[in-house]
């Protein structure tokens, strides 16, 4: 864009001091920008042609500067210079040469290309580069769409699997998918991959960062990309370079649909949100909106050294949680991708930073409190990434009532269990019953625990049973990034092999995690492509890997259609029995089965006795039963009728050698049915039916499960 001579124009109307952002009506738009430190706010309109023309808002209101322009509308792109006090000493740094992004823009045009006239030269003063044609813009959108009969889906958190994915990667390299739609929201709205989500089963799709977000120098300049997002900088905007029809405001539209087709294939949308720090990173980062704003506002500083970022994300800064504007802006924030663009909940990253007013993570902390009582955010889902990099960050089992979390314990205990570990049984055993340790205390049941194996943040599920050690030498930083190491699988050969036995191994060791995961109480959630094997070739850390190691393959050949067809009789499976997906924790009550009295769960020995607390302590069990007992679920159906379901057996073994099961007495069932075992290719068991009190053998690292009808139905 060719920068022509600025124009300044005459004072707008006065306006509205409320709300805040661009709100354009019939005949023109209001403007409205929250600092407390500015002395004055020039509106700049940017014209097509690229002229600049600069309105002076000369009314403010409780620190909200503002202004009515009549005969601006929808597509007009815009940004503010705030006049006010530079003095970093003071965490000041407002200089009106910086064009600057309104944080309510609900679309942005363009993206930095970090030019040195956005960042400052502190402590020299502040720079007098002109950052115009160098940074993004706000676009005035038309709120305007039609919804037609769009209904969420509404699904009960006990009934939820969740898959989260990647715009882009999820659908970049998808045969079936136009070619000018790949990688945006158009795309993932697809039939194509709409078909594939239905027909896999899960009902929520956790779209990782959708909100505006900045590539940055450091990254660009390794010829890499911020492709993961969590890099925000307009929290009411979608991405633009997600978009299909353009940057204007269309890429609002395009999301809309994209959630209207969702919904109507029965699939909820959840965005992975990033309210604990913005893109501008330290002192040293770019200043782009917020800090050139009103920094000492937005931003937590250090206590007594206000030139710097108090940080407790590892970007460089963290939002000051108790300044009102704040709470204002990501309340106001979520209001509006609720009402306006219809999604159905949230994941939070680092979300122990959002409890941090003054310096510990507070459960009761404002935050928290205005969630509770909003009663537009209280009633969708809300996930949270229960930790952040400060001290005492790590709060798993500690967020309020309405909370689910992703359950770190339960990530790590499972990983231990299938790898062989001792000493992993216990904690196993909490984590596939729905960690009542962890969340029973304050009243919470298990849909507080979002169960995950692998996530964006990792190896892939493939990548996790086939590498020893990460192999991140792609992200250009020595391969000292990510986690340091998987520790051993003794899969025998690390990354590629064509070794049938390895092959075998690392696939059932696939088939272990998914059957866990799928049979676990809580709520599931699947890393997208782990359904198909995808590989990132060993690189736990694909952050900035915006290319076919991060993108699904979806050339699929006989173990992937495998493995997909294995993951979808799973889902299939726990969404038909109600026992496998309890909206209650096992609490030992009992029902009458063959005249007997069985509780509602039994841990069991290979030998089919009762696990004692001595076999809990062994360090060597790696082999347990679990009777899952569906005639004592203990809940009632929408009409109060009880729910009774069939009964389980889970057969586990983590050892390297088969493991001889005897089956239970009569008193839990005369005849079995086995539906699942891993160690067979498919995951379909040889034979059907076993009698009660019999043996069968459980391959070395594999489970089996097993079911009778329910006696009590109807």
């Known amino acids: 864009m060719t920068r022509r001579k600025n124009r300044t124009g005459a004072p707008a109307w006065s306006g509205r001091p409320c709300?805040?952002?661009?709100?354009?009506?019939?005949?023109?738009?209001?403007?409205?920008?929250?600092?407390?430190?500015?002395?004055?706010?020039?509106?700049?309109?940017?014209?097509?042609?690229g002229r600049y023309r600069t309105v002076p808002l000369t009314e403010v209101d409780g620190f909200v500067w503002h202004g009515y322009l009549p005969g601006v509308g929808p597509g007009q792109r815009y940004g503010y210079r705030v006049h006010g006090p530079w003095d970093p000493s003071a965490g000041h740094r407002c200089n009106p040469a910086k064009l600057l992004l309104d944080p309510y823009a609900t679309a942005v045009d363009g993206q930095i290309d970090n030019h040195a006239s956005l960042h400052e030269r502190d402590p020299h003063g502040p720079d007098p580069r002109d950052s115009a044609g160098h940074t993004m813009l706000g676009v005035v959108t038309d709120p305007a769409f039609d919804w037609g009969d769009d209904?969420?889906?509404?699904?009960?958190?006990?009934?939820?699997?969740?898959?989260?994915?990647?715009?882009?990667?999820?659908?970049?390299?998808?045969?079936?998918?136009p070619p000018e739609l790949r990688g945006t929201y158009a795309g993932l709205a697809h039939p194509a991959v709409v078909e594939h989500l239905t027909s896999l089963g899960v009902t929520a799709v956790e779209l990782m960062p959708v909100h505006q977000f900045v590539q940055d120098g450091v990254l660009q300049g390794r010829g890499l990309a911020n492709y993961w997002g969590y890099n925000t900088i307009g929290f009411f905007a979608p991405h633009n370079a997600y978009a299909a029809a353009g940057s204007r405001g269309q890429q609002v539209t395009e999301f809309k649909e994209m959630v209207k087709t969702l919904h109507a294939a029965g699939l909820e949308v959840i965005l992975d949100v990033v309210y604990n720090h913005t893109a501008e990173g330290n002192e040293k980062g770019p200043t782009l909106s917020f800090r050139g704003i009103d920094n000492s506002s937005y931003y937590r500083l250090v206590d007594g050294d206000w030139r710097h970022y108090y940080d407790t994300t590892g970007t460089g800064n963290s939002l000051l949680m108790r300044h009102p504007?704040?709470?204002?802006?990501?309340?106001?924030?979520?209001?509006?991708?609720?009402?306006?663009?219809?999604?159905?909940?949230?994941?939070?990253?680092?979300?122990?930073?959002?409890a941090r007013q003054f310096h510990e993570v507070d459960r009761l902390s404002a935050f928290f409190d205005?969630?509770?009582?909003?009663?537009?955010?209280?009633?969708?889902?809300?996930?949270?990434?229960?930790?952040?990099?400060?001290?005492?960050?790590?709060?798993?089992?500690?967020?309020?009532?309405?909370?689910?979390?992703?359950?770190?314990?339960?990530?790590?205990?499972?990983?231990?269990?299938?790898?062989?570990?001792?000493?992993?049984?216990?904690?196993?055993?909490?984590?596939?019953?729905?960690?009542?340790?962890?969340?029973?205390?304050?009243?919470?049941?298990?849909?507080?625990?979002?169960?995950?194996?692998?996530?964006?943040?990792?190896?892939?599920l493939r990548d996790l049973v086939s590498y020893n050690d990460k192999h991140n030498e792609a992200n250009g930083e020595h391969n000292r990034d990510g986690e340091s190491t998987n520790r051993s699988w003794n899969c025998g050969v690390e990354g590629p092999t064509r070794d049938p036995a390895v092959l075998e191994l690392r696939a059932r060791q696939q088939r272990n995690f998914l059957a866990t995961l799928l049979l676990s109480q809580g709520i599931p959630m699947l890393s997208h492509g782990d359904e198909l094997g995808r590989t990132q070739r060993g690189n736990n850390n694909a952050y900035c890997q915006d290319n076919e190691i991060s993108w699904i393959d979806w050339r699929l050949g006989d173990e992937q259609r495998d493995l997909l067809d294995?993951?979808?009789?799973?889902?299939?499976l726990r969404a038909a029995h109600p026992v496998l997906r309890r909206r209650r924790f096992f609490l030992g009550?009992?029902?009458?089965?063959?005249?007997?009295?069985?509780?509602?769960?039994?841990?069991?020995?290979?030998?089919?006795?009762?696990?004692?607390?001595?076999?809990?302590?062994?360090?060597?069990?790696?082999?347990?039963?679990?009777?899952?007992?569906?005639?004592?679920?203990?809940?009632r159906d929408e009409r109060g009728g009880r729910v009774v379901d069939d009964s389980f057996l889970l057969l586990f073994n983590s050892h390297w050698?088969?493991?001889?099961?005897?089956?239970?007495?009569?008193?839990?069932?005369?005849?079995?049915?086995?539906?699942?075992d891993t160690a067979d290719p498919e995951g379909t068991p040889d034979e059907s039916e076993y009698k009660a009190a019999t043996r069968l053998t459980v391959g070395a690292r594999s489970l089996?499960?097993?079911?009778r009808p329910s006696r009590t139905a109807g």
């Open 589 to 635: 009550e009992t029902v009458r089965h063959a005249g007997q009295p069985l509780p509602d769960l039994v841990w069991l020995l290979p030998t089919a006795e009762e696990m004692t607390d001595d076999d809990w302590q062994r360090a060597d069990a790696h082999s347990v039963g679990v009777f899952l007992n569906g005639d004592a679920i203990a809940e």
């Open 370 to 460: 205005l969630i509770q009582q909003d009663p537009v955010i209280s009633r969708v889902k809300l996930i949270a990434e229960p930790w952040d990099l400060g001290e005492g960050g790590y709060q798993v089992g500690n967020f309020p009532q309405l909370w689910s979390e992703w359950n770190g314990e339960y990530r790590d205990a499972v990983r231990d269990f299938w790898r062989g570990e001792d000493h992993t049984l216990g904690a196993f055993a909490s984590r596939l019953t729905g960690s009542a340790d962890l969340y029973a205390h304050s009243r919470r049941r298990p849909r507080a625990s979002v169960n995950f194996v692998t996530a964006h943040d990792g190896f892939t």
């Open 566 to 572: 294995f993951t979808r009789r799973l889902i299939a």
């Open 19 to 49: 709300p805040l952002g661009a709100t354009p009506d019939a005949e023109g738009t209001n403007f409205a920008l929250f600092s407390e430190v500015a002395e004055g706010v020039d509106l700049v309109l940017v014209d097509d042609d």
């Open 657 to 676: 050698e088969p493991v001889g099961f005897r089956l239970p007495p009569k008193t839990y069932g005369e005849r079995w049915t086995a539906l699942i």
């Open 151 to 177: 209904t969420r889906p509404g699904r009960r958190y006990a009934d939820t699997v969740i898959y989260e994915a990647h715009v882009k990667g999820l659908t970049r390299t998808h045969p079936e998918v």
């Open 704 to 707: 089996m499960v097993l079911s």
């Open 325 to 354: 504007y704040v709470l204002q802006l990501i309340m106001d924030s979520l209001r509006y991708w609720v009402t306006e663009m219809h999604v159905d909940g949230f994941r939070f990253d680092l979300a122990a930073t959002l």
